[in-house]
Each structure stands twice: as structure tokens, then as C-alpha cells.
């Protein structure tokens, strides 16, 4: 009987490794318009993948070069993306690469601002210990606020505390693209960087 369960158990966990795969090649990089403005609807989801595929690798530089995004979504039937650029020569080297990809910059809105504190933010906040019993802390950074994840929050859950939105949660899963590999994976005393909320 305990061998049936072991293998019960075993065929699950494969089965679970399975699901969890195809759901890491269905999620990519920047699948999901995020930050106010941002919509749901079939055009708008439609445009904005056209975009992405178009600016993609304006997007593969900023996430390793760890641009903090605040949004990225389509706006007047254009890509509009709202950042923030750890120095100027990674802003440069963005604004090269929208060049690159459409030279006339007649379907992209960039506002890419700078902020040496921006990937100095995300360094400090993530050797910052946790607080005791579980308690969330916030400090507050030139950048935005560091964030510790307590048990039962969700990326939506903390959204919603700073953004008075919880389907803003991509906004911060995009700030700690360094320290989170999926929005629906974080666990407690992570340390997040809350980016500010421009949009108000």
C-alpha cells in the first residue's frame, strides 16, 4: 500500500513539473499590459502584441539592464512605456534600440526617465533582513519603497495597498525582474522594490 502512494505521490509531482512547465513557456517577458490606461480588450491585446513583437528587443535590453517599468501598455493605438533607467547611457542605448526598431517612432510613446537610485534601490532593499512575527515593512527610497513580503500576501494583494489597484501587481513584478521569475511566486521576507506611482 505505501509503494502505491509513493508512486501516486511521484506521479502527481511529474504531472504538476508538466503543468507548471507549459505554463513558464505560455507566460514570457512582458505577455501582460500593465499601469494605468492599460486595457483588457481584445483590439487593444491585439495591437499591443503586434508591438511587443515589434519592440521586443527594446524590451530584452531594459529587463538586462534592469529598467524598472511603470507601464507598458497601448495608448492612442501605440506602444507607451512609462520607465526608469538605472543611468543615461542605458537610457541612450534603450532610446538607440527604439531607433533601430522604427526610425520614425510613430507607433511608440517612451517616457524613460533616470535614476541611479533605481537599480540601487532594488541592491539595498534586498540585503535588508525581514521584521520579526511576520510584520510587512515599508522604507521608503528616492525611487519608491522597499517592500517585505509577510506571509499571505500576494503581488496583487500589495498592489492594491500602494496602487489602490491590485491589477497594477505587473508593475512591481517588473521592478524585481532581478529577485522574481514569476508574479504568482513570492514568498514571505522577500524584500520588493515598490516603484512610485507616477500616474496620479
Request: proline residues 4%; hydrophobic residues 35%; charged residues 25%.
Amino acid at each position: 500500500m505505501l509503494g502505491v502512494k509513493r508512486s501516486l505521490v511521484c506521479t502527481v509531482e511529474n504531472e504538476v513539473e508538466n503543468l507548471q512547465r507549459k505554463v513558464d513557456k505560455k507566460m514570457g517577458i512582458f505577455d501582460k499590459m500593465f499601469g494605468r490606461g492599460a486595457s483588457e480588450d481584445e483590439k487593444s491585446q491585439k495591437r499591443f502584441e503586434e508591438l511587443r513583437n515589434k519592440y521586443q528587443s527594446v524590451l530584452n535590453l531594459a529587463d538586462q539592464q534592469h529598467v524598472q517599468f511603470n507601464n507598458l501598455h497601448v495608448e492612442d493605438n501605440k506602444l507607451f512605456i512609462r520607465a526608469v533607467a538605472p543611468s543615461q547611457d542605458v537610457a541612450n542605448k534603450l532610446w538607440d534600440q527604439i531607433k533601430l526598431a522604427n526610425p520614425s517612432l510613430d507607433d511608440i510613446t517612451a517616457d524613460i526617465t533616470v535614476s541611479p537610485s533605481a537599480a540601487q534601490s532594488a541592491v539595498t532593499a534586498g540585503g535588508q533582513s525581514a521584521p520579526q512575527g511576520g510584520a510587512s515593512r515599508s522604507v521608503e527610497t528616492q525611487q519608491g519603497q522597499s517592500y517585505t513580503v509577510k506571509s499571505g500576501d500576494t503581488l496583487s494583494k500589495i498592489s492594491r495597498q500602494f496602487y489602490g489597484n491590485a491589477n497594477e501587481y505587473m508593475r512591481i513584478f517588473y521592478a524585481n525582474r532581478d529577485k522574481l521569475k514569476d508574479p504568482d511566486k513570492i514568498q514571505a521576507g522577500q524584500q520588493l522594490v515598490i516603484p512610485p506611482d507616477t500616474d496620479r
